[in-house]
């Protein structure tokens, strides 16, 4: 169990109980009181619009959610290139997509079928609940539907659907399950399958606690329940985990066992948001969903007048039909921190939470009347003996001198008369609580008759339990509130003085578990700990470059006449006889703040070396921009070769420096940030954080909390954007980026400068014509061109480093920002909108060539460059 230590500073989180015992978190677990603070302070300090919109507030609440994505799929030690996350309003709601959209039949030919999209959508879209699709009544077999007999209701609901859709439906036994499993083999490989089949089981019984073998995932999918199909031909078998209670206190390592869908909910992990749970899906086995409605956000294209639509290509964005539950997906990051700030991590919630079981569930195997019958009956599948067998669960009812049972109405009564909260019934579990009571199908239909429903206070019929007592527990449950359970029971319901001996029935039952858990039990059953990465190598041995000081304000030069474009594959020369070359190199070491410009500066892998390699992201793990804070721009970064530091400096603040070099004591964690606040930018980026030095320094320049500062892990994979697709290029030759938005560099001519610099009227504008240039925040600037030349450029030489284009740069409204104050204002942007009728591109995206590092220097001329003709 947890130290003292870290008791005592959990239960400072949960003073609101005020002695009150909760023993109820499979049915809910608690929310810590730093949790719903860091929530509420959230949401009066960030400002969440809806996703659906374009805003900087909705853009911001899309990257919000597109990172508690990657925080979940982390948790269960995956990523989106093996698992896709859709949120739903619970597990129910699931178990209800996936029985919905799951196709029965025979999808043998579908496993390579897209999802249509402008490119190749010609005069039809796509409806998908056309007749075609009910394939089986077209002579093909449907699937078969198989679940375990102690599933959840919400799974026996799924029968249902799939009955519909033509499936054969087949409960399998908890004894059959286990014999199954442990008689199988692989089936014959065959490319050649008929129907779709689903097997559902719970990772973890909500009844029992006992937790079926994760083992099982691979072996369905193998093939092991053919001999449950209705036809001949073997089906393709899929596998959805139900881990509802499972993933409340344990580990799922979904890089040991991969179920094809899993179904979770996160009030019973963090006890808050309610009302939100969420879908995984293989990405592997994403084709067999087939969804019929659409809701809005889900589609690319849909017409009103015709029954014709095309739904959005990525998974989640298909299935979470309308305006998803923002607010509540942002507050789940604060239940991870919690959760780890307070147990560290989900290993050490699940011995805990496995130690307090076991200590009840000894006790009560024990307790007897003074006459010697059993004080309680137990309803278990394990010996309690292994937390990969067993979760936090004891069920039981307690017994009469006489053996008769107590009604556990009674048992609930005085619980809350002590202040102990627990759960009676049958917890929505009908056919685990049949099993464990030993009732027939016969006896359920007759307590139906004498008035016996789901969830009601009719405890015993003829003398018959109806149903049961459940205590779970959480990693605020102590034993404290276990010995007081104990109390209560003993002093309530055992007759005389207790004694202790174990029960005669005790070592078959023993046995009995070994035989069926030992065969079935691996290394590794999906309960591994999340192994911690380590720190990527950062670029050593840097060359010595000379560096200039900080920008300042800059007169820009007047433009150069040109000649006129030539025909591609041509070298484009000056017909006055001028040279086009390059007069300017900025380098933005940290995303989004000041540049640092340069005579002269090696190019590597990514672009400019150190160029937007740090980026500065919000407790949210959202990189933080001009667009939320203006103020970026006036922290002033330096790259001092000599000292190997990156220096930050900012107003009236002390400089603080960090290390160029991966350094030695930095953590082994791992910081996954979203990139930009748009889906088109958004991608996950991989990096470390550089420290709470730094992290306090950015808070108290910009005046905000829980900033930190990000690095970029070395092997980040981050590509360009494919603007140029259209002209020809290779798009399997994709650049690997930095943090920058779109393309590796980005470059401005003077010319294009100058000539719009002449559209404003400056003596009406708010705008410093000095600083023009540096709004644009270019990497290289050249001069020598017509206005706007260098948009038709297709490839082109500066010096010795060759560049194609990635096409141009659409602006937003960081153009309207004085990058030396940090002043808003109206200019440029509105004649920029106003001079290109709202198309508002300026400057060209960059991408290098050729690989390997190479100087590149003020005064360096562009050789040769071609047009698209």
């Not at 019973?268 to 969903?289: D, Q, R, W």
């Not at 320094?697 to 603007?723: T, Y």
Request: charged letters at 20%; hydrophobic letters at 35%; aromatic letters at 10%.
């Amino acid at each position: 169990m947890f130290s003292q230590e870290k008791q005592e500073r959990i239960s400072k989180e949960f003073s609101r109980l005020k002695g009150m015992c909760y023993l109820d978190h499979v049915g809910a677990t608690l929310y810590a009181e730093s949790q719903i603070k860091a929530i509420a302070e959230d949401l009066c300090e960030n400002v969440y619009g809806n996703p659906h919109s374009l805003s900087i507030s909705s853009r911001y609440s899309t990257d919000v959610i597109d990172q508690i994505r990657y925080r979940v799929l982390q948790h269960f030690n995956t990523d989106l290139n093996d698992y896709s996350i859709i949120f739903t309003s619970g597990a129910t709601h699931a178990l209800k997509l996936v029985a919905e959209s799951f196709d029965w039949t025979d999808n043998s030919t579908k496993n390579d079928k897209s999802v249509p999209n402008q490119i190749n959508y010609t005069k039809k879209g796509t409806n998908r609940c056309g007749a075609e699709n009910d394939s089986y009544s077209h002579g093909r077999h449907a699937g078969t539907f198989v679940y375990l007999q102690d599933n959840h209701t919400s799974v026996l609901g799924m029968r249902e659907v799939a009955k519909k859709h033509g499936a054969n439906v087949c409960c399998l036994s908890y004894e059959e399950a286990f014999q199954c499993f442990l008689d199988c083999g692989c089936s014959d490989f065959t490319s050649v399958f008929d129907g779709n089949s689903l097997f559902v089981y719970p990772a973890q019984c909500n009844y029992s606690g006992v937790k079926y073998p994760l083992s099982w995932v691979s072996k369905v999918q193998n093939g092991a329940l053919n001999y449950k199909s209705t036809h001949s031909r073997q089906s393709k078998w899929f596998c959805l985990l139900d881990a509802a209670s499972f993933v409340s206190t344990s580990v799922l390592d979904l890089s040991q066992v991969q179920p094809d869908f899993v179904c979770l909910s996160f009030y019973k992990i963090f006890g808050y948001p309610t009302g939100l749970g969420a879908l995984l899906v293989k990405n592997s086995s994403s084709y067999v969903l087939e969804k019929c409605y659409f809701g809005g956000g889900t589609v690319l294209l849909s017409l009103s007048s015709q029954c014709e639509h095309i739904p959005r290509p990525a998974l989640s964005d298909r299935f979470e039909d309308g305006t998803i539950p923002f607010l509540s997906i942002a507050a789940l990051r604060h239940g991870f921190c919690s959760l780890k700030q307070l147990t560290g991590d989900m290993a050490s919630v699940m011995l805990h939470t496995f130690s307090l079981a076991r200590y009840l569930f000894q006790f009560l195997l024990t307790l007897h009347h003074s006459n010697g019958s059993p004080a309680a009956i137990l309803y278990c599948d394990t010996t309690y003996e292994d937390a990969s067998t067993q979760g936090n669960v004891v069920n039981f009812n307690m017994l009469r001198p006489n053996g008769a049972y107590v009604g556990f109405i009674e048992v609930l009564n005085v619980a809350n008369l002590n202040g102990i909260q627990l759960r009676t019934g049958c917890f929505c579990n009908p056919g685990a609580c049949q099993r464990h009571l030993k009732l027939s199908d016969d006896d359920l239909r007759s307590q139906f008759q004498a008035g016996h429903i789901c969830g009601d206070d009719k405890d015993l019929v003829n003398g018959q339990p109806t149903g049961s007592v459940r205590v779970s527990f959480g990693y605020m449950t102590t034993k404290n509130d276990v010995d007081k359970l104990i109390n209560v029971l003993t002093s309530y319901f055992v007759h005389g003085s207790p004694v202790r001996k174990l029960p005669a029935w005790w070592p078959a039952f023993q046995q009995a578990y070994k035989q069926k858990f030992q065969p079935a039990r691996r290394k590794h059953d999906g309960l591994l700990n999340v192994d911690r990465m380590k720190s990527p190598a950062i670029l050593h041995g840097v060359p010595d470059i000379k560096i200039q000081a900080p920008i300042k304000s800059q007169t820009n030069a007047s433009s150069l006449e040109t000649s006129s474009v030539s025909n591609y594959g041509q070298q484009n020369t000056m017909s006055d006889g001028n040279s086009i070359a390059l007069t300017c190199i900025y380098v933005y070491p940290v995303k989004s703040c000041g540049a640092v410009r340069m005579e002269s500066w090696y190019i590597g892998l990514r672009g400019l070396l150190y160029d937007r390699e740090w980026m500065v992201v919000t407790p949210a793990g959202v990189c933080l921009t001009q667009k939320q804070d203006a103020k970026l721009c006036l922290i002033q970064p330096n790259v001092d070769l000599s000292s190997r530091s990156l220096i930050l400096q900012f107003p009236e603040m002390p400089p603080i420096s960090v290390p160029l070099d991966d350094p030695k004591n930095h953590n082994d964690g791992r910081v996954e940030a979203s990139l930009c606040q748009s889906k088109v930018c958004g991608d996950r980026v991989q990096g470390w954080d550089c420290g709470d030095d730094v992290a306090s320094w950015l808070c108290d320049a910009l005046g905000r909390q829980g900033l930190r500062l990000i690095r970029q892990w070395n092997s980040d994979s981050r590509v360009s954007k494919e603007k140029m697709k259209s002209r020809g290029q290779d798009s399997n030759q994709k650049s690997v980026l930095s943090l920058s938005n779109q393309a590796q560099f980005l470059l401005v001519n003077k010319s294009s400068v100058q000539w719009l610099s002449d559209q404003i009227d400056w003596e009406q504008s708010d705008c410093d014509k000095e600083s023009l240039l540096e709004r644009f925040r270019s990497n290289l600037v050249i001069q020598g061109l017509k206005p706007f030349e260098e948009n038709e450029w297709t490839h082109f030489q500066i010096g010795r480093v060759k560049f194609q284009s990635e096409g141009p740069c659409t602006r937003c409204q960081m153009v309207c920002i004085d990058q030396s104050t940090g002043v808003k204002t109206r200019e440029p942007l509105r004649t920029l909108a106003a001079a290109f009728l709202g198309k508002m591109k300026f400057g060209v995206y960059l991408s290098r060539v050729a690989e390997g590092n190479v100087r590149i220097s003020v005064g360096d001329e562009v050789i040769d460059h071609f047009t698209f003709n």
